[in-house]
């Protein structure tokens, strides 16, 4: 049965990631990975929290040589982690700091001081094995799990390094803006680097200052890993940019505009990167040159009856997307937006229906249903409205309640109390109804302004 | 010469205006469904508070950079305590602010 490393990295000092602007050896990390292995719990499942992106992949690591699957929801309100318990009884938390207010068994990131020594040995781990879950939200209102074994995201990964141009540059570091909890940040950071040989940077730099400063601090070629609300920030921000090889985009279509305002200030070609939760990555394009997207290799695209699906090359089994595709030569695709009940906010995918459940799940609430406005800014983030029928309830009682319940970039602007929804005969909510609801609600807003 | 310890007392304590002026700043970014005066200096922007999360915190960011010139910065994106609450923020830019 095939084996495949865990890094790509071959001699004892080379580099698998930079911290605070040095660099940490392929040597200290499998030691950092054999120290945390030895020292987990034995469990089964465990909530990989660490916000040092290097600790992740230690952790991620040590799971691994466990054999313990790293789960990784949508969010961490109290609400899915319950769920989450639900799903794996065993389940516990890795932080490296206070794991805060997350109810489950916590085990804090373990201290290493052992000193690496003699040749690199690099774990193998069976390609069948259960790497990590991801969750998405249903639209039933429980989290549905997609299982992701350790040889299909090996070559998902190598697929998209290819593409990045890290197989032949591994001296290259890749610093990311994602969280390497999120299906983009866990591929295109944490493995692409641990499975092309090159680097990951420890840190997430969040204000446009920060994402400077981490880049200045990386004494080697770098790549920047980013999606297009941060970006748009960045170059909105910041005169200068520091020197790139390449930057990286996912989680939602670049204008053209951006792209090649990002090209021209960094210098370096932007690639985008098509790919979801269930699948991971799928396609890229360079934007500046094409609208087309270049499926990764043996990855096929099709629309079948109106629905995209995909299938080959890493992808186990032929998966529905929730986009609308049309194909063009050479596998090639373009993207027409997104299907209509499927909303992705900043890198986060939910479903009005899965929201409407979850407001409907609150006790009071008589009637509601979120919706998504149509006038998308370039670049920036839409927010939801809300509709809701709860006579006795106000609105903080229920934003608190939702809090509990959804990811805050879902929480509706507004919440709007109303005494009834505009209801068909047949109780479905005509999408032409809700738009007048939400017009009537910005005159009234007019009114008081 | 002046004396620092005067000027940080200053910077320590910004003013009504400025305090006005961030709370306008923050409806106008973020397009929000109150009126400025109803920002509270010391309740908590973020969260159970005002509600804004990391993508409203950008937002900010950028308006007072290009408002203030004043840029911020954070360890990751957990450490936003400069939006604690309205009056920490106004703290920040009353410190950083070009004289």
Not at chain 1, 30 to 41: E, H, I, N, T, Y
Not at chain 1, 55 to 80: C, K, N, S, W, Y
Not at chain 1, 215 to 226: F, G, M, S, T, W
Not at chain 1, 396 to 403: I, T
Request: with cysteine.
């Amino acid at each position: 049965m095939a084996r495949l490393p865990l890094i790509a990295h071959r001699s004892p000092e080379s580099v698998v990631a930079w911290r605070d602007g040095q660099p940490i050896s392929a040597a200290r990390y499998l030691a950092d990975v054999q120290g945390a292995a030895a020292a987990m719990p034995g469990r089964g499942h465990v909530l990989n929290v660490c916000s040092d992106r290097y600790r992740f992949a230690v952790g991620l690591g040590a799971a691994m040589l466990r054999g313990q699957i790293t789960l990784m929801p949508p969010d961490h309100t109290p609400e899915t982690v319950r769920q989450l318990r639900g799903f794996a009884a065993d389940l516990y938390c890795l932080a490296d700091k206070a794991g805060g207010d997350i109810n489950l068994p916590q085990f804090d990131f373990p201290l290493n001081e052992a000193a690496p020594a003699g040749p690199l040995r690099v774990p193998e781990i069976d390609a069948q094995q259960g790497c990590a879950i991801v969750f998405t939200s249903g639209s039933t209102g429980r989290p549905e799990p997609h299982a992701k074994r350790w040889g299909a995201l090996v070559r998902n990964v190598v697929g998209e390094a290819a593409r990045l141009d890290l197989l032949a540059h591994q001296d290259r570091v890749v610093v990311a803006t994602v969280p390497p909890q999120h299906m983009y940040g866990f591929e295109s950071s944490v493995l692409v680097a641990m499975q092309s040989g090159a680097a990951f940077d420890a840190g997430r730099p969040f204000y446009p200052a920060d994402i400077c400063a981490t880049l200045a601090r990386i004494d080697a070629p770098r790549v920047l890993v980013i999606t297009p609300f941060h970006l748009r920030t960045l170059l909105a921000e910041v005169a200068l940019l520091p020197q790139l090889e390449m930057i990286v985009c996912a989680t939602a279509p670049l204008s053209p505009q951006l792209a090649r305002e990002a090209e021209l200030r960094s210098g370096a070609p932007l690639l985008e990167i098509y790919g979801c939760t269930e699948t991971g990555q799928l396609a890229t394009r360079r934007s500046t040159r094409t609208s087309e997207w270049e499926p990764l290799p043996d990855v096929r695209i099709e629309a079948r009856d109106g629905q995209a699906w995909a299938s080959g090359g890493h992808v186990e089994r032929a998966t529905p997307l929730s986009d609308i595709i049309e194909t063009t030569a050479g596998g090639r695709f373009v993207l027409h937006g997104r299907s209509a009940d499927v909303v992705n906010l900043a890198g986060k995918r939910s479903s009005l229906a899965y929201l409407s459940h979850q407001l409907n799940s609150i006790e009071g609430v008589e009637d509601g249903v979120f919706y998504l406005p149509d006038d998308v800014p370039d670049d920036g983030v839409a927010r939801l409205a809300a509709f809701v029928v709860a006579p006795g309830l106000t609105r903080a009682a229920l934003l608190g309640e939702l809090r509990r319940r959804i990811d805050s970039v879902f929480l509706p602007r507004p919440l709007v109390l109303v005494d009834a929804l505009p209801r068909a005969a047949t109780g479905k909510l005509p999408r032409p109804a809700l738009a007048e609801l939400a017009a009537a609600q910005v005159r009234r807003r007019g009114q008081l302004a | 010469m002046p004396d620092p310890t005067e000027s940080v007392s200053q910077a320590a304590a910004p003013d009504e205006a400025l305090l006005a002026e961030l709370a306008r700043l923050i409806v106008s970014a973020l397009n929000l469904d109150i009126k400025p005066e109803e920002i509270q200096p010391d309740v908590a922007l973020y969260g159970e508070g005002l509600g804004l999360d990391s993508i409203d915190i950008l937002e900010v960011a950028l308006a007072v950079s290009k408002h203030f010139g004043v840029q911020l910065r954070a360890d990751n994106e957990n450490n936003v305590a400069i939006f604690r609450s309205l009056r920490s923020l106004a703290d920040f830019v009353a410190a950083n602010r070009s004289a």
